[in-house]
């Protein structure tokens, strides 16, 4: 006898109606928020929050040798990514396919 492995299984659970479902899920809709931000655990601010008092320390390393700045893409890529150069400048690989 053949078994059809796609068709759907029948349990105990099956039986169980839309109303108890309905009842297990919490209502995403509801007025409650949650006091407990886990997608926040470490406390850091969220974007939108007044940043203008503090400093970062940012070093700018000087262009490379074996590197170039892409005129299409803007981005900084090793020499080994030089597709051509026109006279705007370099462009890289991608940008020329």
């Known amino acids: 006898m053949a078994t059809d492995y796609d068709a759907p299984r029948k ?40 940043l203008s008092d503090l400093e970062l320390d940012v070093v700018v390393l000087p262009p490379q040798d074996d590197e170039f700045t892409c005129m299409s893409c803007f981005l900084v890529k090793h020499r080994s990514q030089l597709d051509h150069e026109e006279a705007s400048g370099a462009i890289c690989k991608e940008c020329a396919a």
Do not use: M
């Open 11 to 50: 349990s105990e659970d099956d039986s169980e109606s839309i109303e108890a479902l309905k009842e297990r899920v919490p209502d995403k809709l509801s007025g409650s928020v949650d006091v407990e931000d886990s997608d926040n655990p470490s406390g850091f601010e969220l974007p939108g929050a007044d």
